[in-house]
């Protein structure tokens, strides 16, 4: 069993940045595909961006060059740097473990909201 905890939602204005974390227990990260998702009222989940074991990473057309996704093996945590922030970005963000790759969908967390305001 894989246990994720998300923080570092918040409210912030359209331009700006946030950065989530996802802190893993159970397993270590290193050995595991992780990613993040999010969901918007009445949407589907989507899958945002991805880190393999091995360190390749995948990410949404959307978010392609202003969100990064990154670990920290020590903490056992995974990052999504989100940077140059808009309004449609706005949703639940959940971290995720395990699975097939591109989409790791094994193990989630609780999610943490994200809004961004114009």
């Known amino acids: 069993q894989v246990q994720l905890v998300e923080s570092g939602g918040g409210l912030v204005q359209a331009g700006g940045s946030l950065r989530l974390s996802c802190a893993a227990s159970?397993?270590?990260?290193?050995?595991?595909?992780m990613g993040w998702y999010r969901q918007a009222p009445g949407k589907q989940r989507d899958l945002v961006a991805a880190?393999?074991?091995?360190?390749?990473?995948n990410y949404a057309d959307s978010v392609e060059g202003r969100f990064t996704i990154s670990r920290d093996n020590a903490k056992n945590t995974v990052y999504l740097q989100m940077n140059n922030l808009k309004p449609e970005d706005t949703a639940v963000y959940s971290c995720?473990?395990?699975?097939?790759?591109?989409?790791?969908?094994?193990?989630w967390g609780q999610g943490t909201q994200v809004t961004v305001s114009s």
């Open positions: 880190l393999s074991l091995n360190g390749i990473t």
């Open positions: 995720a473990a395990g699975g097939s790759w591109p989409k790791p969908n094994a193990y």
């Open positions: 159970g397993r270590s990260i290193r050995t595991i595909n």
